[in-house]
């Protein structure tokens, strides 16, 4: 008998930052998922609907063009039938009082921007193992059946506290090979990829 297609998580962006976008989908464009995004809270609603039970995760950014993501957060529909999707908030600069607010929001984990690329690995491979042990498609879940194995989701090491920092003075840019190996988990080709999409959308964010 034919086997049925394995089918890929989701994993949902909600970000309305035309160059963090493209991080994201530079970052995971080798993982076995399927990246949605969207720039607004009205867009992640649609998402939310046509995604259902095939999210993974969802990449929350707190400020939005059309409202805050606490909005989505406190929305009691935001948890669909079936949806076993981990909400993680993926923003910079959280005051203290919306931390200690999201904590009672069923938010898993907050990545505050600029998010090293191995954290971001780390969080997006995690939800994704889970959502594949929740619909039973991890091997160790179908045993004696044959099947073509899902790729691996290796989690990459914890930054300590020898990583290299990034440092500027005044205006001036920290050394590009810090930023590789802070922000970047050492990858110099997904840095100079960035850079260079960063460096041709940087007229259009000057307008």
């Known amino acids: 008998a034919q086997s049925t297609p394995q089918r890929l998580p989701r994993v949902l962006l909600v970000e309305d930052g035309v160059s963090i976008r493209q991080f994201v989908g530079m970052a995971l464009e080798d993982e076995p998922l399927q990246l949605l995004?969207?720039?607004?809270?009205?867009?992640?609603?649609?998402?939310?609907?046509?995604?259902?039970?095939?999210l993974a995760l969802v990449l929350l950014d707190m400020m939005l063009p059309d409202g805050t993501g606490l909005e989505l957060l406190q929305d009691p529909t935001r948890h669909r039938p079936g949806m076993a999707a981990r909400w993680v908030v993926f923003s910079a600069g959280i005051p203290a009082e919306t931390r200690q607010l999201l904590s009672t929001l069923d938010v898993a984990q907050v990545l505050d921007k600029p998010v090293p690329l191995d954290r971001l690995l780390a969080c997006v491979r995690a939800a994704c193992t889970a959502w594949l042990a929740v619909q039973g498609h991890l091997p160790s879940a179908v045993p004696g059946h044959a099947h073509r194995q899902q790729p691996a989701l290796p989690t990459p090491p914890q930054p300590t506290s020898t990583s290299p920092e990034i440092r500027a003075t005044g205006h001036s840019l920290a050394p590009e090979a810090e930023?590789?190996?802070?922000?970047?988990?050492?990858?110099?080709?997904?840095?100079k990829a960035m850079k260079h999409q960063a460096l041709q959308h940087l007229p259009l964010d000057a307008q």
């Open 179 to 191: 930023a590789i190996q802070q922000y970047f988990f050492g990858q110099e080709a997904l840095f």
């Open 37 to 54: 995004s969207c720039p607004t809270l009205k867009a992640a609603r649609q998402a939310l609907d046509l995604a259902g039970s095939e």
